[in-house]
C-alpha cells in the first residue's frame, strides 16, 4: 500500500492518502482545505472512495464536506463521535478555529470490530477511547499498517482534557494496542509515523507499570 502525507488545517493535522488498487484509494482525516489533495488525486488518476475519520474534532473533519462533495466519497465515523460532525461545538471548533466550520451532512457509522473492504485492502475498526469518545484506529492487517488518530503518537498520546476525553479510557486503549501481537508500521494524526513495536518499548503511556 503507497501512502500519501499531507498536513491540513490550522493544526496541521495529518491527512493520508492510501492506494488501494490501481486507480483508487482512500483518506483518512481531511483537517482543512482538500485543495492539495484534490489535486494529488488529479495528477495521479485516482479516485477516492471513501474518507475514514479517526474521531471528530475540528482539525481532522474540517475539509471533509468540501471533498465529500467534490469526489462523492463515502464518509465513515464512529457513532459516539457522529454528533461533533455537525457542531462547531462537540468539535471544538467554536473554541479554537477562526475558519468557518463545515458540517458533514452525510456519514456512515463504524463499530468496534468492524471490516471495511476498499480495493485489494481490508480496514479493521479498533474503538480506542480516550482523546474523544468515539476515538478509533483503522488496522490494514495485510500491510501491517495502523491509522492511529490522536489515539497513538510517537512517543506520546493525545489529550485528555477535552470535554468527552477521558484518561482512563485512554489508558485501557493503549492496553489494547500493547495487546496486538503485529508490529504496526503507525501513521499518526499529528507528527512522525513510527511503529507499533518502538512505542511499546519507547513510550513512556504505553509502558507496563
Known amino acids: 500500500m503507497t501512502v500519501k502525507t499531507f498536513q491540513l488545517g490550522e493544526l496541521n493535522a495529518n491527512c493520508y492518502i492510501a492506494v488501494t488498487a490501481p486507480g483508487q ?5 481531511i483537517g482543512g482545505s482538500p485543495r492539495l489533495v484534490l489535486e494529488f488525486l488529479k495528477m495521479n488518476r485516482l ?4 474518507i475514514f475519520l479517526t474521531h471528530g474534532h475540528f482539525d481532522h473533519i474540517g475539509g471533509v ?16 463521535d457522529a454528533p ?20 458533514v451532512t452525510e456519514f456512515s457509522m463504524v463499530r468496534d470490530g468492524q471490516l471495511i ?23 490494514c492487517d495485510e500491510e501491517n499498517i495502523m491509522f492511529s488518530g490522536d489515539t497513538l503518537f ?4 493525545g489529550r485528555t482534557d477535552f470535554p468527552g476525553s477521558s484518561p482512563e479510557s485512554m ?13 504496526y508500521k503507525v501513521y499518526p494524526g499529528h507528527n512522525e509515523f513510527t511503529t507499533l513495536n518502538y512505542e511499546k518499548e519507547n513510550n513512556p503511556y504505553m509502558r507496563r507499570k
Open 25 to 29: 484509494c482512500v483518506a483518512f482525516d
Open 47 to 50: 479516485k477516492l472512495t471513501k
Open 65 to 80: 464536506e468540501e471533498l465529500r462533495k467534490a469526489v462523492g466519497a463515502e464518509v465513515f465515523i464512529h457513532d459516539d
Open 84 to 103: 461533533m460532525l455537525s457542531s462547531s461545538g462537540l468539535s471544538l471548533h467554536s473554541a479554537i478555529s477562526i475558519m468557518p466550520f463545515a458540517p
Open 117 to 139: 473492504k476498499d480495493g485489494n485492502c481490508c480496514f479493521r475498526v479498533l474503538h480506542t477511547p480516550g482523546h474523544s469518545m468515539g476515538s478509533v484506529c483503522y488496522l
Open 154 to 157: 510517537c512517543c506520546s498520546v
Open 171 to 183: 489508558r485501557r486503549s493503549l492496553e489494547r494496542l500493547r495487546e496486538l501481537d503485529r508490529d
